[in-house]
C-alpha cells in the first residue's frame, strides 16, 4: 500500500472524486454539487494505491492547530472522508489505511484526530478508539456524527520511568 498527496483540480483528483461519489455519495443518496468540491481546495487530497498502482482508497483531510486549555497549539487532523473501493471493502483495508494514516499523523505531531463518521460506520471507527462527540448532524443529505481520537508519539521516557530521590 502507498499512500501519496494529491493536487487539486489535477487529473489524479478527479480519480479520487469519481471514487468517492460511485462509493459514498451516490450510496448514501447524497445532495453533492460540484459546488462542494470547489471548497475542497485547501483540503489535504490522499490516494491510496497498491503495489500495482491501482486506486483503492482515499483520504480527504483537514488539518488545523487549535490551543489547549493550557494555551498550547495542538495540531488537530480532521478526516473528512476515508473512502475504500467498494469491490475491497470488508477485507480489513480500511483498518490498514486508518492505521497508517494514524502512524503518519503520529509522525509528523499531531495529538487528536477527528473524523465526519455517517452513521453506518460508527461501529468500525469505535473499534479502533474513536468515540462520539456531539450531537448528529446532517451534511450533503448525510446523517453524521463527529468522533474524536487523541493520539500521540510514545516517549522513550515514560516507558523507562522510574521513581527516583531520597527517602525521607
Not at 487529473?11 to 461519489?21: Q, T
Not at 497549539?73 to 475504500?84: D, E, F, G, Y
Not at 448532524?137 to 463527529?146: E, V
Not at 474524536?148 to 523507562?160: G, H, M, Y
Amino acid at each position: 500500500m502507498n499512500i501519496t498527496s494529491v493536487m487539486f483540480a489535477t487529473p489524479e483528483y478527479d480519480e479520487l472524486v469519481a471514487m468517492r461519489i460511485a462509493t459514498l455519495y451516490e450510496p448514501l443518496n447524497a445532495e453533492i454539487t460540484v459546488e462542494h468540491f470547489a471548497k475542497e481546495y485547501k483540503d489535504v487530497h490522499l490516494r491510496v494505491q497498491n503495489d500495482q498502482s491501482v486506486l483503492i482508497a482515499a483520504v480527504v483531510a483537514k488539518v488545523c492547530e487549535e490551543e489547549d486549555e493550557f494555551m498550547n497549539k495542538r495540531k488537530i487532523c480532521l478526516l473528512r472522508q476515508v473512502v475504500v473501493r467498494k469491490d475491497l471493502q470488508g477485507t480489513g483495508l480500511g483498518r490498514e489505511v486508518l492505521e497508517s494514516i494514524e502512524k503518519l499523523l503520529i509522525s509528523k505531531g499531531y495529538k487528536e484526530i477527528r473524523l465526519h463518521a455517517h452513521v453506518g460506520v460508527l461501529d468500525f471507527y469505535t473499534k479502533f478508539g474513536y468515540v462520539k462527540h456531539g450531537k448528529e448532524f446532517t451534511d450533503y443529505g448525510i446523517q453524521l456524527h463527529i468522533m474524536k481520537k487523541k493520539i500521540q508519539k510514545k516517549s522513550e521516557k515514560l516507558e523507562k520511568l522510574e521513581a527516583e530521590g531520597a527517602a525521607y
